[in-house]
């Protein structure tokens, strides 16, 4: 039993987006009609809402202002709640729909999006009786698939979406784009629910349920060609009404009269009568009209000559996707209907028709554009031929075929379909395109006579292998094509100028296309001319720089080779100096010369404790044997340094330069010199007063003094009359190997401060 909502304890909240800030979503400027002219029918006198009840929001700012008044009525509906929207709809990669916003763009949609769940989420909570979504955009299909009251997932089981009183109405399924037609007064959708709303659904009874509005608005969707609306109703809300039915027929109203009554009902009611489908008369033998694209078609011709103005939602109607043979789309059953109508062997082509179904339409290989054509072909051959929007003649096939590589996406898609499907026969079918007939077969072997020549080249860059399985194989379709046509396009290619000394490659490319003179020569010289030049000059240029690399290592070889030869000769112009000089450094004068210098400096370190030793010696008046022992412990000390210094001058020769200037070549050690001082005086005060001449008076500085006679002859006397003179003797042994060695350490370290004087460097032959 159907009832209006209770206009008290409901809520109906409608909201669009008519005006888009980013140009990548275009304005709908028809939403703004729909949410004005369903919020009056709703709240009319008819209607099942209050006016104070009904919030119209048109452009909300964001998602806050949508979610906040959603809120609101969702908590304040008791009895029936109901949610539109009007505008683009989009959908994530996780599939999830989103209702697109006034901000709303692809790249924040996250952000700047209604999400459908938390509509949903919303709608769940609610304590309203009956939830009403109707959604007018695209892929809105995909809300059917969610409204289970929960979070879900995107594709929910039908136990989890039979939730009870929840009816989601949308414009499309879910993979289908929403229509609204420019210059409009509504979105088509909008437009036919508002038609039926108004109209009214006759035999529905006196109100207007919401199942009845979702049949005659899918019916009229049908007839004319939109996109199929999609429903789902949980438990009993499809027997809800909106309104009350305006073709409902009075109760009491004589027969005769109704039809007047009802149009004065309308004419009151503000309801326009809805305008007639286009309709031809039908054809014989064929009972039952096609409806596409809003008209009703019942002859060959009539079909053939809509298909060609809307192709693609023709193929999409009838063809689908192409993943089932049985039922491939919803409009399939339609048309293998209508066609079964020319079922005469008088006056149809019954053959022809079997034909296209079964070998054709029902193929599963064949693309929706192909079954289209095959279709057209039957329908209408001796028509214009029309494939993916575009009119296909000659020149359109010579001019795609000989775009090359700059081909744009349309041309590129008609040679690969020329290619790899069976296109080439079903043009050939058209009367127009008659001249096709035969040429897959000639093509088929042009094309194994190219690849095979191919196959034997070597040495072809990528470019050119590229070249030649991508833009060769519609040359050579091009070179069968009437020559009328081929001219025309052929002056259209840029004029080519082979290089003056072309590369292997591209010499083979024009011998695999069969000589200068072909097509297929023609388009190589054109497209892989200037490829050819710029290898040729990539070459020379390579050529140069290698000679530029050779000449400046043969620079730098002989720049290396002369300075070798510069260091070479000074190198022996050194050799030879030194030679000279050695010969003089080593000279038997100069080393005398070096040996008398060597022995002067050593004597020269006598002189000091010689005379410290003879003025004490005088003055102080000791003993005389005492102060020759001292001297020559001197001398003995002087001698051993003189073994090495000698030695060492010798060997040197002019090196030896003990100049004044250089203290360190002729003084004494530090260290020995203080050694010797140290020698001397022990030596003095042990053995100074040991020994005693015969004579009771003493050899010393005192009677040389007082009778210098008797001192001489006191010296001359060899005898030792003293007991004590072994002490001094012994005395003398220690102290001279001590002196010995103190000079022997001292030349030791005078020797290693002079300079080495190594042997001549070596002479590079």
Known sequence: MSRLPDPRLSRAYLFGSAAYLHDELPDLPAVANNLRDLGSVLTAP???????????????????DVFGELRRCAEE???????????????????????????????????????????????????????????????????????GGGSGEALASPEELEIEGSYVLTATPATSTALAPEGA??????????????SGVPGA????????????????????????????????????????????????????????????????????????????????????????AGTLHSTKRELAGTLRAHGPDAARRFFGDGRSTATPSEGWADLIGWLRQFGNPD???????????????????LSPALKLLCLLRWLDPAGPVVHRGRRITYDLLARACLAGGGADAADRRLRAELADTPLLDVLAGFDDLAALRGIRAAWSRSLDTW?????????????????????????????????????????????????EEPPPWYAGVLRCAGGPDTLLARMAEAELAPAAREEVRT???????????????????????????????????????????????????????????????????????????????????YEFDTAVSLSQLAGLASLGAALHLVRRAWALGTLYRPGLRSPSAWLPPRVPALALCGVLPAYRWLAGDSSARSDPLKADSDLLRADAGKFFDFVGQNSYGGGDAWLAALLFVPAAVGCLAIGLHAGRILTGRLPAGGPPPPVRD
């Open 46 to 64: 008819s209607g099942g809402f209050a006016a104070e009840h009904c919030s119209v929001h048109l452009d909300p700012p964001g998602t806050v």
């Open 77 to 147: 509906a008791e009895d029936t709640l109901l949610v539109y929207f009007a505008g683009h709809g989009m959908v994530r990669k996780a599939g999830e729909l989103y209702l697109g916003l006034p901000a709303a763009r692809r790249s924040t949609l996250a952000v700047t999006g209604f999400p459908y769940s938390l509509l949903r989420e919303v709608l769940a909570e609610s304590t309203a009786l009956n939830k009403i979504v109707v959604l007018d955009c695209c892929f809105s299909g995909w809300a059917v698939q969610g409204m």
């Open 185 to 198: 007064e509504h979105t088509s959708f909008t437009g036919e629910l508002l038609y039926v709303l108004r």
């Open 205 to 292: 009874g006196e109100l207007l349920p919401l199942d009845a509005v979702a049949r005659a608005v899918r019916q009229r969707a049908r007839l004319r060609g939109l996109p199929m609306p999609d429903v789902r109703a949980g438990g009993s809300a499809g027997r809800l009404a909106l309104l009350r039915n305006a073709a409902a027929a009075p109760p009491a109203a004589p027969a005769g009269r109704s039809a007047g009554r009802r149009q004065a009902r309308a004419v009151r009611a503000g309801v326009q009568e809805p305008p007639p489908l286009p309709r031809t008369p039908p054809a014989a033998g064929v009972a039952r009209p096609l409806a596409l």
């Open 347 to 365: 006056t149809d082509d019954v053959e022809g028709r079997i034909a296209l179904v079964d070998r054709h339409l029902a193929d599963r290989k």
């Open 451 to 499: 690849h095979a020549a191919v196959a034997r080249q070597y040495g072809w860059p990528e470019a050119v292998r590229r070249w030649a399985d991508e833009t060769a194989p519609g040359v050579l379709l091009a070179a069968l094509l009437p020559a009328p046509q081929v001219a025309e396009a052929v002056r259209r290619l840029p004029p080519a100028t082979p290089p």
């Open 539 to 621: 070459r020379v240029l390579a050529g140069e720089e290698s000679g530029r690399r050779l000449e400046e290592a043969a620079r730098r070889e002989r720049e290396r080779q002369e300075a070798a030869a510069r260091a070479e000769a000074e190198h022996r112009e050194r050799h030879r100096a030194w030679l000279d000089a050695e010969r003089a450094r080593l000279h038997p004068q100069a080393r005398v010369a070096a040996a008398l210098q060597a022995l002067a400096v050593t004597a020269s370190w006598t002189v000091p404790p010689l005379a410290v030793v003879w003025l004490t010696w005088w003055f102080s008046s």
